[in-house]
């Protein structure tokens, strides 16, 4: 089915090299005439020692010039008024007081003390009283553009459909180029029919009965980012429409006609509108400064077709990428197997962007009871999801792309997914060095015992959404019922397993706040302290401790992306990027956690949310 030639072997750790720091060592290399003896120069001796001592005389005044403003040879430090209110997430996970900053890298940590005494005359801010200081976070799986629709049009808010084809109307009216335009496809994003009253699938119908919705392109992702819900001239512009869609659905009527949604490969029916650049930085700005407000200085895409990676390689070379990107190449079945044809991208823009990984969807979601299971779902007899992949297709192209140099982010929901997704990696991975391939399951959400064990053994990395746990509980059990629900999100199992850890929130199907993410990880409770458990948190014995989930967020996720030797902690040579917090989340009582703000956020040293 694929080209799966052999090629040379090659390791995957050898492309991780970014662009970045890199030390020259510069010495003199012309070798001494045969038999001529090296004789003193007196004069340069004399003339050396003078320049030494001058150099050191007016060191103080060298670093009061070189703190001015934010020019290049800049030098200051960031200090918190508690001495170890620096979270440096090394290895030893050291608690420091100041990050000293020198140009783009972290210079130094230590004490006030150690800084005055080691730098001298060097400007230092002092955080408030309480605040800490973190490196900068990252987000694992988010979806930055799909972002940018849902704060265009935010349909989250919507408690039933009336209210859904409201918002859509009101967004028309609010943007004359949408208002005057009727030929703009209108696009949103969040719409969650489990919540519904109505307890159906949303229709056509319900948008075209509105006078100024009607004969427009209207194109509406689900919260769960699986179902598309579009407008009778949107269904018009596409069809005709096959009677069946391997690994998708098209839901219809009694009379077996299509009722305006597309479930996961049926959204393929369903044609992009053609963006310029100014669409998609329009987007991607909404992302970006969300990210900065949440302390956030990375972000991994987790699903990015061949033009948007090259939009998002031509702004990081032009220099207008506000945080890091770490982008996944969406593998489409009918498109074929390109980890022959594409190169990686790595470390463009200073260091603001990277694609070097694959990301494979194998099965659909749980909101949408299109995730694979091994039984019916508890609650929609007769379905049992379906595979988006095939699994023979996973077994033929995992070890091609590893083979190719690629990363491989496999996207697994249901149980029978993250099944067949283990047992390919398995066999993929014989013989090959983990460390350097470091392939990724997105989500592993319902998995059985065995194959948690299987992915621990493996070495494979987890990418897991905390706030996904607090958002699907409440219809969970319904999904699955009681025994099989006890597999989903088990993040402590996954973790005590031996897997890795990266956290992120799969946004815009969730707040991508950090801060959020680590309270959902550590309660698996509510912002208001609920659960279906009560208040003890939902199977309370699978959370992850503070450190556990703050490491998630920063140096393993910086792992998970090759980048841990320059992004992920706030140590000496590393990307000054760190994160100011009003308070100490990793200390203050748990129902204070979501009260911490972000005060400032920094990429390569300099203040670019906030302020210090």
Known sequence: ?????????????????????????????????????????????????????????????????????????????VCTRDADGVYTVDAQNTATQCVVVR??????????????????????????????ILPGMTESHMHT????????????????????????????????????????????????????????????ADLDADDLVRGRQVVLRSKDAHSYWVSGKTMEVNAPFPDEVEGGKIVRDEDGSPVGVFVDNAQNLIAYPAYTDEDLLKKFSYTANDALSFGITTVHDAKLDPKEIDFFHRQALAGNLKVRVYGMHFFDEDEG???????????AGNGFWAQRSVKIVADGSLRSRSSCLYEDYSDEAGNRGFMRVPAQVLEEVIPAFLRDGWQVNVHGIGDRANGYVVSAL??????????????????????????????????VIASIQPTHVTDDMWYAQDRLGPKRVEGLYAFRKIMDAGS???????????????????????????????????????FPEQRLTRLEALRGYTIDAAYAAFTEDRLGSLERGKRADYVVLSQDLMNVPVEEILKTKVLATAIDGKVVYGAL
Not at 337 to 347: D, M, Q, W
């Open 337 to 347: 197997y390109f980890g022959n044809t594409s190169k990686p991208a790595i470390g």
């Open 103 to 132: 140009d783009e890298v972290v210079a130094d940590t230590g004490s006030l003390d150690f800084v005055q005494s080691t730098y001298g005359d060097i400007h230092v801010h002092f955080a408030p009283e309480g605040a800490t």
């Open 426 to 459: 398995e066999k993929a991975l014989a013989g090959v060095n983990v460390t350097a391939a470091r392939p990724r399951i997105e989500h592993a959400q319902i998995m059985t015992d065995e194959d948690i064990e299987r992915l621990g053994k493996l070495g």
């Open 1 to 77: 089915m694929f080209d799966t030639t052999p090629r040379p072997e090659v390791d995957v750790h050898s492309k991780a090299e970014e662009a970045g720091l890199v030390s020259e060592e510069l010495s003199e290399s012309t070798p001494l005439l045969p038999n001529a003896r090296p004789r003193t120069n007196w004069a340069k001796v004399t003339l050396a020692v003078t320049l030494v001592v001058a150099y050191y005389a007016a060191l103080p005044f060298v670093w009061r010039y070189l703190d001015r403003g934010d020019a290049e040879g800049t030098i200051y430090a």
């Open 500 to 538: 890795r850890i990266t956290l992120g929130s799969d946004s815009p199907v969730e707040t991508m706040n950090p801060i959020a993410g680590i309270y959902a990880a550590i309660t698996r409770l509510t912002a208001d302290g609920r659960s279906p458990h009560g208040s003890g948190g939902w």
């Open 145 to 204: 553009l799909l972002h940018g629709n849902y704060r265009m049009l935010p349909l989250e808010e919507a408690k039933n459909i009336s209210a859904a084809v409201a918002l859509v109307r009101s967004y028309i009216l609010s943007d004359p180029d949408v208002y005057n335009n009727n030929s703009k496809v209108i696009e949103g994003f969040g719409w969650d029919s489990t919540i519904w009253p109505e307890k159906r699938w949303p229709t056509a």
